[in-house]
């Protein structure tokens, strides 16, 4: 089992604020556009799906926001989560290095996603919203929103993507524990499902495919709204709880990390635990260097374009600036559902583009190599996901045992596996591959990207 130093916070620790990474940004980010005019979106043509609230902070550049007491209150069954050194990992790569985890697998759902979706949720009911679309890939995302929507008498729609869906029918079956339906994506309940049907009848699906879908059923009826699990500042301010916790934490093991590592896909959790520490950075703190790690079937920050471009592939999403690989690219069906999206957050994307985040792809078997490596070590098996982080933390370990240098490394390990034991089954059973993306499919997506003057 993991080593026993793990740094706890009791309850009176969770943080009462979120923190906004908008407000120490040196270059402001490029306004979010109408997808039909082409003009900086206004608050009310953003409250066709999302609630005022989640609006507000999605603007807002005020540096911390107040975690609502309701919120706090249901986060306190597993927040402040905790903090461990991997001791052992460390005793197994023969490295001088300190690698420290956050390790967000104690959430009921098992990943970092329940600290939106409770905070979504509430803002939601208190607006008098009945019923929440969605989407999920790897299913962590709608897993989250099911709990949180059964906690506030929500109706909880999601839309799966359809080889995730047929991946993981565990993460389903969470998901109607809880009350929500859960529908593979494309699907024929939507006129862009039907459509994406029509013309590709055995699409795997994708996030932006199931986006689309979501959005197109919220825009539809005045009781319901749509959730997003990740790439908004709203999602991203959220999750900063992470490093909040992190950073206290982190004093009391009397270190503070060179290195921040996170896998991404949509970038929560990467932001979750990083946004903390870039913060003091761009306020002349100490600097730390943060990896972004992303699978390289879908290599959106590594291989896409900083430009604007819808982030659904029915085009009924506003216009973001972000890294993409083009909103109608489908990625292959690799096990990291999660990270099977083609942009990338704004706010990650745009502090890549200044260069204070450092980012990097793996292929799906040296991430299972590593997560595996990483369970025999510290007895937890991580999601498919996360063992991206696991595996450029363990490869920064190793290059501290080659040059002798001791550093400090703080990974966030997002989620556990214990969903995804098929794909460490086949992949034990020598039955995965490694993925590419077909550049020709990317050229196509990204041809088609929107014309903004």
């Keep these: 089992m993991s080593d026993p130093v793990k740094y706890l916070l009791d309850e ?4 009462r604020f979120w923190y906004n990474v908008n407000a120490d940004l040196p270059v402001p980010l490029d306004p979010v556009l109408h997808p039909g005019t082409k003009k900086p979106i206004t608050p009310d043509e953003l409250g066709v799906i999302f609630p005022r609230a989640v609006i507000e902070q999605e603007v807002s550049t005020e540096r911390e926001i ?82 949180a929507g059964s906690m506030f008498g929500l109706e909880i729609l999601v839309y799966m993507v359809k080889v995730s869906y047929n991946q993981k029918p565990y993460r389903r079956a969470f998901m109607e524990t809880f009350g929500a339906r859960c529908i593979a994506s494309p699907s ?19 996030l932006g495919i199931a986006i689309g879908e979501a959005v197109e059923l919220a825009a539809q009826r005045d009781d319901t709204k749509y959730a997003l699990g990740s790439v908004l500042n709203h999602v991203l301010l959220h999750q900063t709880v992470i490093g909040l916790e992190a950073q206290k934490q982190l004093e009391m093991a009397d270190t503070y990390p060179d290195m921040i590592i996170g896998c991404t896909g949509g970038g929560s959790n990467f932001a979750g635990i990083a946004f903390p520490f870039l913060g003091e950075q761009l306020r002349g703190g100490r600097k730390v260097e943060c ?41 292959p069906g690799f096990h990291a559902g999660g990270l099977r999206y083609h ?34 070590s510290e007895g937890i098996v991580p ?25 400090t490394i703080l990974f966030n390990l997002s989620g556990h596996g214990n969903f995804d ?18 550049e020709s499919e990317v050229a196509m997506a990204l041809a088609g990207l929107p014309s903004v003057a």
């Design 343 to 376: 942009g990338m957050a704004p706010q990650i994307s745009h502090l890549a583009k200044l260069g204070y985040i450092a980012p990097r792809s793996y292929n799906q078997l040296e991430c299972f190599a590593a997560g595996i490596q990483f369970a025999r």
């Design 66 to 147: 107040e975690i609502p007491k309701p919120v706090r209150e249901i986060l306190r069954q597993w927040r402040p989560s905790p903090l461990y050194r991997a001791r052992r990992l460390e005793q197994a790569l023969q490295t001088p290095a300190k690698i420290f985890y956050k390790y967000e697998g104690v959430s009921p759902p098992g990943s970092h996603k329940a600290n939106t979706a409770i905070a979504q949720a509430f803002y939601n009911k208190a607006e008098g919203v009945k019923r929440i679309t969605t989407e999920t890939g790897a299913g962590q995302w709608g897993s989250s929103l099911a709990m």
């Design 291 to 331: 990896i972004a790690v992303e699978p390289s079937a879908c290599p959106t920050l590594t291989k896409g374009l900083f430009a604007y471009d819808f982030g659904d592939t029915a085009h009924l999403t506003p216009l973001c600036k972000m890294h993409t690989l083009g909103s109608t690219f489908v990625p």
């Design 383 to 407: 999601a498919p996901e996360a063992t991206h982080a696991v595996r450029a933390a363990i490869d920064e370990a190793e290059k501290c045992r080659e040059s002798g240098e001791s550093k």
């Design 188 to 206: 024929d309940t939507t006129e862009s499902g039907r459509a994406i049907l029509a013309e590709h009848p055995d699409s795997s699906g994708s």
């Design 421 to 438: 034991m098929q794909a460490y089954t086949d992949y034990l059973g020598g039955k995965l591959k490694d993925l590419e993306y077909a």
């Design 12 to 15: 009176q620790h969770l943080p």
